[in-house]
């Protein structure tokens, strides 16, 4: 098993060993793809989903039976890119399963085959780029042709699944829709951030996906069984940690999973081998990353439109909010219009600065939410 300097792993997945809990939520993830159920997968940023998924896969029970697939199009703008993203991601890890395995991919990628090339090893090379994709269409229905055709099951992960709204061509979700529906090779996990835009594509009857999927919501990581995760690697490491630190990290992150490790993360890096982690040490150590985060914040505050400033920083002082565009909430602030404050927002929610979700404005990130109300 990968041994890593902090325990308190807050980039991509390490193992097992690293990950907390989530037990029950695995549990139902593996009963729905094993049962030949789809999934939507949803939860707030930073929760844990990607976490989730990449557990899931590691399971030895899917290692020698299925081909697991995952990608995460938050950063893509069209169909374009995601073909591009999804075919890479199949070709990587196809990778370690040798030349036949990869032949039956690149015999099916027809619109590709000049990017993809083999070294006398058998050794690919996939030198594709977005310019090489000459239509989407038909390199998309290629991908889930050789799907179909794949000597194995597939599990498609698409994380920021509710991304394809945004792309410029139409009829994106009927055409992945029908795809999905005669794939009977494969099971997918659509995973997304944005709760309401998630929701609406899986529970509105006048959607493609419609009723096509089982739905899964992840909160927060019970607390229990992380404060029994954080004890047991600290002990491992020569640390103790102090009754309460998990209460009180737990209360500074919100719960949100990203948050909990990252604040754990640096206590962890400030408590000394045969010391203890005391309660007074968490906001030590948010400080601590509120400081390492501080030129980054005021780069990104300069940057803004002054109206988008203004707004951000009466949200970040009201906290999360319902009515922003209220004369109440535009007085007390000294806005200049409720208008203008429906102008802001809306590009404040375009930049991810500003997250709306059920009926409620709230800064998406919450260090900047900190460092902004302490500034």
């Known amino acids: 098993m990968k041994s890593v300097s902090n325990p308190f792993v807050i980039s991509g997945y390490e193992g097992e060993k690293y990950f907390c809990d989530r037990r029950q939520e695995l549990s139902q993830l593996s009963l729905e793809i094993e049962n030949g159920n789809n999934v939507a997968l949803i939860a707030s940023r930073r929760m844990g989903k990607s976490g989730l998924i990449q557990h899931y896969f590691a399971q030895p029970q899917l290692q020698d039976r299925y081909y697991t697939f995952f990608i995460d199009i938050y950063d893509t703008q069209s169909l374009n890119e995601f073909v591009l993203k999804l075919s890479r991601n199949i070709l990587t890890h196809l990778k370690p399963h040798g030349l036949t395995v990869l032949q039956r991919f690149w015999d099916c990628m027809h619109s590709l085959q000049a990017g993809i090339s083999f070294s006398p090893m058998g050794e690919p090379s996939f030198n594709v780029q977005l310019g090489d994709i000459r239509k989407a269409e038909t390199t998309l229905d290629e991908i889930f042709h050789y799907i179909e055709l794949a000597d194995r099951p597939?599990?498609?992960?698409?994380?920021?699944?509710?991304?394809?709204?945004?792309?410029p061509e139409k009829n994106i979700e009927a055409t992945l829709r029908t795809y999905v529906q005669h794939s009977h090779n494969a099971q997918f996990i659509f995973a997304g951030s944005q709760r309401h835009t998630m929701s609406s594509i899986f529970t509105s009857a006048s959607r493609p996906f419609f009723q096509s999927v089982s739905l899964m919501h992840l909160g927060s990581i019970d607390i229990q069984a992380y404060d029994a995760f954080a004890k047991q690697h600290f002990q491992e490491s020569g640390r103790k940690l102090a009754d309460g630190v998990t209460q009180a990290v737990y209360e500074s992150s919100k719960g949100i999973t990203w948050y909990t490790q990252k604040l754990f993360n640096t206590l962890f890096a400030l408590t000394e081998k045969g010391e203890t982690c005391t309660v007074d040490m968490v906001n030590d150590a948010l400080n601590y990353v509120l400081n390492t985060q501080g030129y980054s914040y005021e780069e990104t505050l300069f940057r803004l439109p002054e109206k988008q400033k203004m707004v951000l920083l009466a949200l970040a002082q009201n906290g999360p909010t319902e009515h922003i565009t209220a004369g109440s909430f535009v007085s007390k602030y000294g806005l200049p219009s409720a208008s203008t404050v429906q102008s802001a927002i809306r590009g404040l929610l375009e930049k991810d600065f500003?997250?709306?979700e059920q009926g409620t404005y709230y800064i998406y990130d919450l260090f900047l939410w900190y460092w902004l109300r302490r500034s």
């Open 154 to 167: 597939c599990i498609v992960a698409i994380d920021e699944f509710q991304q394809i709204g945004n792309y």
């Open 354 to 356: 500003v997250t709306y």
